[in-house]
């Protein structure tokens, strides 16, 4: 049986392993990236250049949302399957599966192809993020029998941290080693790209998908030789007790009103948080014109912020507990998105910049700095918070009501986006209704108990 640390170390290293799906896909490469071949079939098609933006964005929202819609039914329910049979791990390995084979087939995502390649892009990028979601899920639930209760928060932080510094270690790889600069044909690091500069059909970028599959599998090796579950006796599967523990956990909602508001307060900050990454390299690009390597820098930049800030934040929620973090977190998250709403070239807010300086670009990445710490503090806290409301036996079911709560509305700030953009024309004033989502998840947080329900 492996030691105490050594448990921890492995759990750890799921989100070593499975942070680049994140980074690297769902953000500052394979996001914009797909927004980029969206764009030019649109453009394809007739629409002129802002019309294309926002198609693109919209085809990449929607298809985030159908996979959403996916996890949200099934979250909850494969929760109470697993506290039901007593079996966790063999689900983390089911849906890894799913994890490896949906990033390996984004290599076939190539330039030049029609609508079919959307298709193609949002289906098996939509595979292998519900298997990193459900993994996810499961993960999360081994955490309350890690440690004492006191010192989950400084585990759920260094496990953020340690997750956030692996996706910026394969973001670096993948700029130093395979992306090319359009200015030089070289990658970000100065050598020739390993797989050859070729602009037609994009191989150093479309390797991210089968690189980001390489390294889960490498870096899920400690995690399953060191994470074990006590030994318990087999459970048979019975469907309607499964359904008939969910039911109940359910109903209990109307009586748990710190979890209920727990509940309603991260369906609505989480899913703007998931919007602005889903969305950010795409706003980058449309508005402020730029490459997918400067793209990527953004994204090393945010990720240091969120290694640095998620350590803090994991000692500053065992210091304070988790709900002055979020709140924190969510103020940050607030004045960043006021900022990228009234910001252009030539100004934010009616303050003058210089439209032939780097001005803009310089805070855009300062947003994007606070983006990475306030999401990296925000979704540690939030793991803490959750298991303030749950025991180790109903740890998966507990997360699997978290993950529906993070699920349920995800097309929510999508749709919202899409349909501002739409109205006013502007994708940067597509971003305001996130400033609405995260204001009402702030005072939601008002009706949670910092202790959740805790005896202590």
Known sequence: MASTRKRIWGWYFFDWASQPYNTLLLTFIFGPYFAEIAIGYYLGQGLDADASAAAAQSFWGWGIAASSVLIAVFAPILGAVADTTGRRLVWVWFFSAFYIVGACALWWVAPG?????????VTFFGIGFIGMEFATIFTNALMPSLSDHDELGAISGAGFAFGYLGGLLALIIMLGLFVSNPENGLTYLGLNPLLGEDAET????????????????????PFFLWVKEPRTSPVRFEPGRVLAQLKQLLASLRFRNSLKAYLASSLLYRDALNALYVFGGVYAKGVLGWSIGQIGIFGIVGATAAVLAA??????????????????????????????VGMTREQVWGIALDPASNQSDNLLFICGALIGAAGGMVQAASRTMMVRHTTPDHAT????LFALSGKVASFVAPSLIAIVTGISGSQRIGFSPLIVLFLIGLILLVWVNPKGEQLR
Do not use: H
């Open 113 to 121: 192809g029609g609508i079919e390649i959307l298709y193609w892009a």
């Open 397 to 400: 079911e507990a997360f699997g």
């Open 202 to 221: 994009q191989v150093g970028t479309r390797i991210v998908g089968p690189f980001t599959a390489l390294w889960f599998i490498l870096f899920m090796i």
């Open 311 to 340: 350590w803090i934040g994991g000692k500053m929620d065992r210091r304070f507990g988790p709900k002055p973090v979020i709140a924190f977190s969510i103020v940050v998250l607030i004045l960043v998105c006021s900022v990228l």
